[in-house]
């Protein structure tokens, strides 16, 4: 079998399996209204603030995102229909589920299937993002005071520094790692130019490529 449904999927292909065509199909509307760029939160939160939903429909979202990276890998000979049937064959057997699962997950999943094309191009762009060694995560500033001493520190003229450490973490090899690095005030300042030219940057690009629809990864 080609295809495998990951263990902490499980859950939430069951719960998929168990939906009915019409709320599959609603589901499959949400994916193709929502921006490219979003992230599996958003898609949560717009199923749950959606009423039209049942509460036990926001366990199958972490499955139904995780589609976009599957159909952007699948092989090229393999029709829609046919990643359907494999993916709803392989968690029936590795679940130990009803075989009558099979058809209404098959069924789920094509209809998914045919609306998932900004969920691929997410994950298209996931990939590009990703394509470094390093990729960043998230950082942070902390500001310290440190005094200079001489020999007499009873001294009433003394004199400090302000240090900046920027903490980055970035992700390697499927890694979260971290390094610091000093700054000082003429530093950020420096630093503050770069990032600003580089929004400066980003904002040319658009307007020089105004029919292209960029897409903003959350």
Do not use: W
Not at 140 to 152: A, E, K, L
């Amino acid at each position: 079998m080609r295809y495998k449904v990951p263990n902490d999927f499980f859950p939430g292909f069951k719960v998929l399996s168990g939906l009915k065509e019409d709320e599959v199909e609603m589901l499959a509307i949400l994916l193709e209204e929502l921006p490219s760029g979003f992230n599996v939160q958003e898609f949560k939160s717009a199923i749950k603030i959606d009423e039209r939903f049942s509460d036990k429909t926001s366990i199958s979202a972490d499955a139904i995102f995780s589609l976009g990276g599957l159909l952007l890998d699948k092989r090229a000979e393999d029709s829609l229909a046919h990643v359907a049937q494999e993916l709803a064959n392989a968690f029936v057997l590795e679940s130990d589920g009803e075989r009558k699962q099979t058809k209404n997950l098959s069924r789920n999943l094509l209809l998914l299937f045919n609306k998932s094309d900004k969920l691929i191009k997410t994950f298209k762009a996931y990939h590009l993002l990703f394509e470094n060694t390093r990729s960043y995560k998230q950082s942070r500033v902390i500001s310290d005071i440190r005094m200079t001493f001489n020999d007499n520190f009873d001294e009433k003229n003394k004199t400090a520094l302000i240090i900046h450490q920027l903490k980055l973490e970035y992700v390697s090899n499927n890694e979260l790692k971290e390094f610091f690095i000093s700054l000082d005030k003429n530093d950020i300042l420096d630093l503050r130019d770069e990032l600003n030219r580089s929004l400066e940057k980003e904002g040319c690009i658009k307007r020089d490529f105004d029919k292209i629809n960029f897409i903003n990864l959350k």
